[in-house]
């Protein structure tokens, strides 16, 4: 449902081509937004059959025609009640790095450090990839960014931690 609500308010700010919602997501939302093109021009087929987006075709100078999306006066509802549903819903996040912190303990502990650390560096390089968005990125994004920057800050000292615990 985020991925409709996320292309459902793109379509609420100006109708665009599929290249142009793709090209947003990529440039602004990347960090925050895992999705595929295929599956955004999936989803906005859904979203027409649906009758939340129209499809028009539209031209800009030589190039080829490329098909439009505009939102519905349904689709201005469904965005309405996916965001209520979507700013009131918790869900717990997943992180698959920690099953390799399960079983650990197959590994050399020093082996096991390095290793940690890699993920620490991983890890301070994303949250200065972050803080260069923050300063390029609309304000709008503010909170979204900030939120990612929290989690990155608890990620390390979780895994300074693990490391001090390893290294014992």
Same mark, same amino acid.
């Given at each position: 449902m985020d991925r409709q609500l996320l292309l459902l308010g793109l $379509?609420? =700010?100006?109708?665009?081509? /599929? *290249?142009?919602?793709?090209?947003?997501?990529?440039?602004?939302?990347?960090?925050?937004?895992?999705?595929?093109?295929?599956?955004?021009?999936?989803? $906005?087929? =859904?979203?027409?059959?649906? /009758? *939340?987006v129209t499809e028009g075709v539209g031209r800009e100078g030589n190039r080829p025609e490329r098909r439009i999306y505009r939102i519905t006066p349904a689709g201005e509802e469904r965005f309405y009640e996916l965001l209520r549903e979507n700013l009131a819903t918790y869900q717990a996040p997943m992180y698959a790095e920690d099953i390799g912190v399960i079983f650990?303990?197959?590994?050399?502990?020093?082996?096991?450090?390095?290793?940690?650390?890699?993920?620490?560096?991983?890890?301070?390089?994303h949250q200065e990839e972050l803080y260069v968005l923050r300063n390029r990125l609309p304000s709008n994004h503010t909170a979204v960014i900030d939120h990612h920057l929290l989690h990155t800050e608890a990620e390390l000292r979780w895994i300074d931690e693990l490391i001090a615990q390893v290294e014992r």
């Amino acid at each position: 449902m985020d991925r409709q609500l996320l292309l459902l308010g793109l $379509l609420r =700010k100006q109708e665009m081509h /599929g *290249y142009q919602i793709n090209e947003f997501i990529d440039k602004q939302m990347a960090f925050c937004v895992d999705l595929k093109r295929s599956t955004a021009y999936y989803l $906005l087929d =859904k979203l027409c059959r649906d /009758g *939340y987006v129209t499809e028009g075709v539209g031209r800009e100078g030589n190039r080829p025609e490329r098909r439009i999306y505009r939102i519905t006066p349904a689709g201005e509802e469904r965005f309405y009640e996916l965001l209520r549903e979507n700013l009131a819903t918790y869900q717990a996040p997943m992180y698959a790095e920690d099953i390799g912190v399960i079983f650990q303990h197959h590994l050399p502990s020093q082996q096991t450090a390095d290793l940690l650390n890699e993920r620490r560096a991983a890890v301070v390089a994303h949250q200065e990839e972050l803080y260069v968005l923050r300063n390029r990125l609309p304000s709008n994004h503010t909170a979204v960014i900030d939120h990612h920057l929290l989690h990155t800050e608890a990620e390390l000292r979780w895994i300074d931690e693990l490391i001090a615990q390893v290294e014992r």
